[in-house]
């Protein structure tokens, strides 16, 4: 079956660096992937669709300026946190829509900002 | 825009007992359901999902829920429980066309199964 993969899986950093999460789609293409967030004891929140090839739309109260989306391939998405800070520690998940309508989800990566 | 309401946040039940996870929507479009299973530190992985047809949709693990459009909700259902089936789970809609896949879930229901 379809597989993504989401790299790394776990990461901490300290405030005020930049953290790049990766989302990789191995055995389709992907032109659409969504980004989610999961604070702790939460339910996932929508936090950006990404489009290969164009901008990535944002849902409203997620700052792009801090959460950097590319999806420069059709395999290949990446969010990068800018200048993370404790309270953007969580987990963030991606998905990637195959075909017609198929949605699968990466195994998360959890972000520790010290 | 689309809501979720999962009625019950935390469900203990016994070994091999039956169970229903509740879950009701508000759209003012048509949607799509979807229910996923999350262990811990683990991504999302699908259980079933409704998109037209049989109002009764059989996903993996023994798992079934109802699509009930005049009550606005898709139970999510097993006859059995296993002691693996301790986790939790999130009942999610979509909208269809262009906005296909962006997810809005409910809060989640962590299911405790007891030996």
């Known amino acids: 079956g379809a597989v993504v993969s989401q790299h790394p899986s776990r990461v901490i950093c300290k405030s005020g660096t930049s953290v790049k999460i990766e989302c990789r789609s191995l055995?389709?293409?992907?032109?659409?992937m969504f980004w989610y967030r999961q604070f702790p004891k939460q339910s996932l929140m929508l936090m950006a669709t990404?489009?290969?090839?164009?901008?990535?739309?944002?849902e409203q109260g997620v700052e792009k300026d801090k959460f950097l989306i590319n999806h420069a391939s059709l395999t290949l998405s990446t969010l990068t946190v800018t200048s993370a800070h404790p309270e953007d520690s969580s987990f963030y998940i991606c998905?990637?829509?195959?075909?017609?309508?198929?949605?699968?989800f990466g195994e998360g990566s959890r972000l520790t900002v010290l | 825009a689309q809501s979720v309401t999962q009625l019950d946040s935390q469900v203990p039940v016994f070994e091999e007992a039956p169970v229903e996870l509740r879950c009701n929507y508000s759209s003012s479009v048509s949607v799509y359901l979807f229910w996923y299973v999350q262990y811990p530190n683990q991504g999302l992985q699908l259980l079933l999902k409704y998109l037209s047809g049989s109002t009764l949709v059989k996903g993996i693990n023994g798992f079934e829920a109802e699509f009930n459009k005049s009550q606005t909700s898709f139970h999510l259902r097993k006859p059995s429980v296993h002691i693996s089936d301790t986790a939790e789970y999130f009942c999610a809609v979509s909208a269809g066309g262009t906005s296909y896949g962006k997810l809005t879930f409910g809060q989640g229901t962590i299911l405790t199964v007891h030996p």
């Open positions: 990404s489009n290969e090839g164009s901008k990535a739309t944002y």
């Open positions: 055995d389709f293409q992907a032109t659409t």
């Open positions: 998905s990637a829509k195959y075909g017609g309508g198929e949605l699968f």
